[in-house]
Structures are given as structure tokens and as C-alpha cells.
């Protein structure tokens, strides 16, 4: 099994920034694209960003500009660097990684668990 654990998150006034860390552990073959996913109360779970393992990355639209996903594969850990935050922004933020724990497994999508992102107008 592949576990997510992410931090970082808090409270921020609107125009601060936040690092969310998370960092993958567990029996871990390969790990294919990392995300970031964020969930506002009363609505549907969005994609925020998402990086490949060769670095390749893609945003949400909404966040394009402001927010950089970076990933470190030697510690199986994805970054969101998040600047110039609003109350738009205000969500549980998850991770989300797409993996394999053995050369011969089917590739499985593991979830963290969130961390509360709040941001103050």
C-alpha cells in the first residue's frame, strides 16, 4: 500500500502564500502523476494542479499564475506553492498520486487524507 501524507496547510490572509508538502511512503514501485485536488464545502472535488514524473505540469485555470507544482522524485513528495491567495481558495486541499507497488501490479489511485486551507478576506 502506498500512504500520502499531507501538511502545510493554515490560515492565511488574502494576497499570502502557503507550502503544501506531501510526501508519499509505503511500498512504492513507481509513482506516475501527482495532483493536488481541493474541495470547497457544498461543492464538487477540482483538480488544482498536476505533475507528471518527467515534469510535466498542468493547472486549473483558476489558479494559473499564482499557484507552482513542483515534485521531488527521490523523496516521493509534491509541492503546491500557492501565492497570492483568496477566499476563492478556501478548501480542504488533497493529494492525490497514481502508483505501483510492485513491477508486476496494476497502477492504483492513492488519496492523502487533506489538510484545511483558509484564507481570510
Known amino acids: 500500500q502506498v500512504q500520502l501524507v499531507e501538511s502545510g496547510g493554515g490560515l492565511v490572509q488574502a494576497g499570502g502564500s502557503l507550502r503544501l508538502s506531501c510526501a508519499a511512503s509505503?511500498?512504492?514501485?513507481?509513482?506516475?502523476?501527482m495532483d493536488w485536488y481541493r474541495q470547497a464545502p457544498g461543492k464538487q472535488r477540482e483538480l488544482v494542479a498536476s505533475?507528471?514524473?518527467?515534469?510535466?505540469?498542468n493547472y486549473a485555470d483558476s489558479v494559473k499564475g499564482r499557484f507552482t507544482i513542483s515534485r521531488d522524485n527521490a523523496k516521493n513528495t509534491v509541492y503546491l506553492q500557492m501565492n497570492s491567495l483568496k477566499p476563492e481558495d478556501t478548501a480542504v486541499y488533497y493529494c492525490?498520486?497514481?502508483?505501483?507497488?510492485?513491477?508486476?501490479?496494476?497502477?492504483?489511485?492513492?488519496w492523502g487524507q487533506g489538510t484545511q486551507v483558509t484564507v481570510s478576506s
Open positions: 509505503g511500498s512504492i514501485f513507481s509513482i506516475n502523476t
Open positions: 492525490r498520486a497514481i502508483a505501483k507497488i510492485s513491477i508486476g501490479s496494476v497502477t492504483r489511485i492513492y
Open positions: 505533475i507528471t514524473r518527467e515534469g510535466s505540469t
